[in-house]
Structure formats: C-alpha cells, structure tokens
C-alpha cells in the first residue's frame, strides 16, 4: 500500500497492535449456546462443488480457498472475525509476516517472517521458505517455477523487479513502480493466492503433484481426500496462534442444492453453504441458523468484444437494460441477493451505485437495438457453469436472463459446463459464437476492476476473457495503482467504475449475501465481508 509518511507510521502501529493482540488473545466466538466454547468434534460442511487441487497458488475458485485457506496462510490477512454488518470491508492483520514497511518512494515491501512457526511437515519457516514460494509464482529462471501458479496470480507479482533477504527472517520485494494495491492483494484467494506451501514438499512431489500432499503453515493441516466424496483436514497441534476449538472438518462436495439440504436435514453435515433460496425460509423455521453477510461478490457477464454484435456499445447497453435485476434478486433468488449496480461490490471502498445504468427498462433497450441496427433482436450464446463457488444457481439464473431477453428479440442459447472444467474453458478466453461468459467474483480491492478489465491481462494471458480493451480506461487505473495515499486511489477506482458502466463492459447481475445455513450445534461462525471465511472461531455444542 502506497502511504505517505505520516500514514504509514499510522498503519505501522496499528499493525503492531494487531500483532500483539493475535498473539495473545483467543478467539471471539459468540453463540446462543451456555457455558464457553468448548474444543473437540468434527464439524462436517456440504460444499457446493469439487474442490481445485490443494495448491493455493494454482487453485482457482473460492470454494477451492475457503478449504486450502485453512491449511495456509499469506504473509498479510484479514481479519474475518468480525461481520459484515461491523466491518465493510475486512482490515488488514499481520499474517506469515509480523509487520512490514514501504520505502518513501512506494516501490521496496520489507517483510518481517514470523518465528519459530514450522510447517506441518516440520520444517522451519523463514526468509528463505518465502522467497521459494515468491520464485515459484514468478522467476522464470527458478528451478521450481510453475507456470499455473504464475498464471493464476499474475495480477499480484507483475510489478515485482527483485527479491532480497538482507537476514533469514526478513525479505524485501521491489517493485518496478508503486502499487498501492499490493499489500490487500497478498491477502486475497480465488484466482490462485499467494499461500506459503512447505518448500520441501514441492521438492519432494513436484509442481504438479504437490497438491495431492497439501503441507502449510496454517490452523489445520491435511489428512486425507477422496474426490468427489470429502477433503478432510485435522487441528495443528503445533499452529503458531491460537488453536481451534475442532478436531476436524470434513468438505464434503455436494453439487446438487437439494442434496445439500437433505444430507443437513439427516444430520449428516452440520452445515452448507448455498441452499437452494426457496428453502431458506423453511430451514430456519426447522430450527437451523441462516448465517449471511456482504462479501465483495459480483456475478457477472464479461462480453465478447471479439463479437461483431456485442462490439456494439448500443447492444451492450440494450443488454444490461432488458436484464431485470431486482426481479432476479426477489422472485427467483428470494432476496438472498441483492440486485447490483456497480461493476464493484458493495464490499469494496470505490462502489458507485448505477440504477440508471443498470435499473430495468425493456422499452429503452428495444429502442437501442434498433438503434444499433437490430430491431428484430439477434441470436447469441452464453457461457455459464452448471455449480461452482459464487455461482449460486447458475443455470435457473442464466434461464432467467435468457427469458427476459427474449422480450427485447435476443434469443439465446445456453452452454454450461461442471465448475472445475469451466473454469479451464472460462480462462481460455471468449471463443467465437459466444456473447458473454458468466463468472462470479470481487475482491476488497477494487484492483479486482484492473484484473478483469486491463488490456494487458486478456485471456488467455490473464483473466480478462472478454478481451476489452480501452486506452482511457487503462490510463486512469494506472494512476490509481501508482497513487501515494489510498483516498487518491479510491477516487482513481470511482472513475474508472464510471468508465467501464459507461462503456457497458461488463454486465453485473447481483451480489450475493452468501447464506450459509448451520445446525443448532455450530456456534463461532462469522459471515465477515469476504468469500471466505476462518474455522479457528467456531465450535459444536
């Protein structure tokens, strides 16, 4: 993070306090239960698709991080102890690294590693463990380099020049320009996440087999995984901070929503996450517990602008007008959701509200076809997964969608593929003959807004899978990125969202709350605004 003086001795301190309150306070888990929490038992979660490889940098997909996140950590994190409805967006705490500190001129991170923390395999973390880590993710040159997890977290090391370790515990990474967003983007997963892996484990199995014997720093570590069945992880006796309550947790990938609720209703997980949104009302009412916040999520369509229709800016616009968002979010989500109207995430420091862009109006949007030249609408295809983290019911979604184009003479066929799979496909880029692909995502950042949107990241070289390209756009993010204070990049952020809504580059449909719902027996989970959530915290009566 790029700060002047006198705001980064501010930070500095706070994150000084963070450091002594995380190792010395436990965590705060609030429940309706009597009596303080109490440790022991295996907390079962049905998730609502297969899991990635157990590679945090290689992973795609939240719910592939809300399982590696627990077996290892960044070298800064959030602190998800606290909810939505406290905290807008999570503040920053020490992780893997006690403090840090920015030169005057916004280029050299210097990171201080925590000691004496081991790796589930025993081996001692230090300066060196990280810049293995950071090599592997992003020197071309290094022995150990993974072009997958140089893929997937492009977006976080494509300013960094050079890496040093002026003592085993401390390690400075100098990057070619300011980047403001740099320290936030340590801290976030999804399209791949700078998790520290044991460096004797990717030497002893390799790149490509290391995610099958998943060794880090973190609360819990791995035991076992049958895919397609349960990922199983157990308590680190040995963790660094403060222990969790559990034994153990079992994953179990359950793509279909109803199964979800009758594996709940049997007992047989305590908790899920993406209920079907026609069953909440009645689960609760069974005396389960509906745990839902405010994550940086968008669920999105990325427009093809290698196709010669949707490179019509009036088309474009005809889309997002004929799309009934709070109709969506109301009658088929049964306000689980909430329409959206910015291309960033209530979530997020630079959110703009755009109902006039966004708002539905199928009137206007037939005036604009007609405009652009097709007053008897078109016919096109749409990209979209069948399950997947963020995806909530993907295909009901892209049915509605499909049935309230219709009204406005665009007919659309739909291509849907399992999660995992269309994750591949997706990053691969827009082919032809498709409109737009669907994806669900945000951050806290809204860098996130460069990641999918930059020039220099279109697919298949990075995730703009669109392939959108504006000289404007690219100009005012770069001044955001390099800006010395964050209120400087924010306003940036504000008016590059501006640009994009104008430009109707992407199409954002809703922003999930994310429910979970959990037996009476779970207490300590907090719904904070993140996709993802930390286990240390939570507890079974």
């Not at 001129?105 to 790796?119: C, E, L, S």
């Not at 973190?218 to 397609?228: A, L």
């Not at 994953?251 to 997980?269: G, M, Q, T, W, Y």
Request: hydrophobic residues 40%.
């Amino acid at each position: 993070m790029v700060l002047s003086g006198r705001r980064f001795r501010q930070l500095f301190a706070v994150v000084i306090a963070l450091a002594l309150l995380a190792a010395c306070g436990g965590p705060s888990a609030s429940s309706g239960a009597s009596g303080p929490p109490r440790s022991g038992g295996t907390l079962a979660i049905g998730i609502e698709s297969e899991v990635d490889v157990l590679d945090p940098q290689r992973a795609g997909g939240w719910v592939s991080w809300r399982v590696n996140r627990q077996m290892f950590e960044p070298l800064v994190d959030e602190d998800l102890t606290k909810p939505s409805a406290e905290t807008a967006v999570p503040a920053l705490r020490p992780g893997l690294a006690t403090s840090w500190e920015l030169s005057p001129d916004g280029t050299v991170y210097t990171f201080h590693i925590r000691p004496n923390v081991k790796f589930h395999d025993g081996t001692p973390l230090d300066a060196a463990a990280v810049e293995f880590n950071v090599r592997r993710m992003w020197d071309k040159s290094f022995q150990y380099y993974d072009a997958k997890a140089a893929g997937q977290t492009t977006f976080v090391w494509q300013q960094l020049k050079s890496i040093a370790t002026p003592d085993p515990m401390t390690i400075q990474l100098t990057m070619k320009q300011a980047f403001e967003p740099f320290v936030r983007l340590l801290s976030q997963g999804g399209s791949g996440s700078t998790g520290i892996m044991s460096p004797a484990s990717i030497k002893q199995y390799g790149n490509d087999n290391v995610g099958e014997h998943p060794v880090g720093t973190g609360p819990f570590k791995f035991v076992d995984r049958v895919r397609g069945q349960r990922i199983t992880l157990a308590r680190n006796d040995d963790y660094w901070g403060t222990k969790p309550y559990l034994d153990k947790v079992v994953f179990r990938p359950l793509p279909d929503p109803s199964s979800r609720v009758a594996s709940l209703r049997a007992n047989e997980v305590d908790m899920i996450a993406v209920p079907p949104p026609d069953s909440v009302a009645s689960l609760q009412q069974s005396g389960f517990q509906v745990s839902e916040g405010a994550p940086p999520h968008v669920w999105f369509l990325s427009f093809n602008f290698t196709d010669p229709i949707m490179k019509n800016k009036l088309v474009r616009q005809a889309i997002n007008l004929a799309i009934d968002r709070q109709g969506m979010a109301t009658n088929l989500l049964k306000d689980t959701v909430k329409p959206a109207y910015d291309v960033q995430a209530p979530a997020n420091a630079a959110y703009v509200a755009n109902t006039e862009a966004y708002g539905y109006n199928p009137d206007k949007a037939k005036q604009l076809l007609a405009q652009a030249g097709y007053p008897n609408g078109f016919s096109t295809t749409m990209m979209t997964s069948v399950d997947g983290s963020g995806q909530i019911i993907p295909v009901p979604m892209a049915e509605y969608i499909q049935q309230n184009l219709a009204k406005v003479g665009i007919q659309i066929q739909l291509q849907t593929t399992e999660w995992i799979s269309y994750l591949t496909k997706w990053a691969q880029g827009t082919p032809t003959g498709v409109g737009w692909a669907q994806q669900s995502w945000g951050m806290t950042t809204p860098y996130w807004l460069y990641i999918v949107t930059s020039s220099s990241l279109k697919a298949p070289n990075g995730p703009n899978v669109g392939g959108y390209s504006n000289p404007q756009l690219d100009q005012v993010m770069q001044q955001a990125i390099t800006a010395t204070t964050e209120a400087a990049a924010v306003e940036k952020w504000k008016e590059a969202n501006r640009i994009v809504t104008d430009d109707a580059a992407i199409a954002p449909i809703v922003n999930d709350k994310a429910p979970y719902i959990l037996s009476s027996k779970v207490h300590g989970f907090v719904s904070a605004s993140e996709e993802w959530y930390d286990l240390n915290t939570v507890w079974l009566s």
